[in-house]
């Protein structure tokens, strides 16, 4: 075999190496993608606690935004719902007749959306991905 051919067939096999261990790498990380965004089990213990709006922005990490009703934040939040589909984001359409505080919590892949009650407690939560 001359020296270009196992060259070339060195490039390739390193070649395929590094793919394919981007690949495994992937794979591995799809669940480790968003490292920031709140997990369902993290809020479910705030909802089972009742914990208050304070303490969850505390724990946060990444951008939040809280809309509450009687605010101009509140008046953004609406025109956001007004210019999506009712089955899209349901229960956020759903809560934001129900609950006077919404916390939106953004990452890079999650939209979660956190239902405040009137004395600042923790009643529910969307998940969606972006």
């Given at each position: 075999?001359?020296?270009?051919?196992?060259?070339?067939?060195?490039?390739?096999?390193?070649?395929?190496?590094?793919?394919?261990?981007?690949?495994?790498?992937?794979?591995?990380?799809?669940?480790?993608?968003?490292?920031?965004?709140?997990?369902?089990?993290?809020?479910?213990?705030?909802?089972?606690?009742?914990?208050?709006?304070?303490?969850?922005?505390?724990e946060?990490?990444?951008?939040?935004?809280?809309?509450?009703?009687?605010?101009?934040?509140?008046?953004?939040?609406?025109?956001?719902?007004?210019?999506?589909?009712?089955?899209?984001?349901?229960?956020?359409?759903?809560?934001?007749k129900?609950?006077?505080?919404?916390?939106?919590?953004?990452?890079?892949?999650?939209?979660?959306?956190?239902?405040?009650d009137?004395?600042?407690?923790?009643?529910?939560?969307?998940?969606?991905?972006?």
């Amino acid at each position: 075999m001359g020296v270009k051919r196992r060259w070339w067939m060195l490039l390739a096999a390193v070649g395929l190496a590094v793919l394919a261990v981007g690949g495994v790498t992937m794979l591995l990380g799809i669940g480790q993608a968003d490292p920031d965004a709140p997990t369902s089990e993290w809020l479910d213990a705030l909802v089972q606690r009742q914990a208050k709006l304070a303490e969850v922005i505390g724990e946060l990490k990444g951008g939040h935004t809280l809309y509450e009703k009687g605010t101009p934040s509140w008046d953004g939040l609406q025109r956001f719902l007004s210019d999506m589909p009712p089955e899209n984001f349901a229960p956020v359409h759903e809560a934001a007749k129900k609950y006077p505080k919404i916390l939106f919590h953004t990452t890079r892949w999650q939209m979660t959306w956190i239902f405040v009650d009137q004395d600042d407690v923790v009643r529910g939560f969307y998940i969606t991905s972006q």
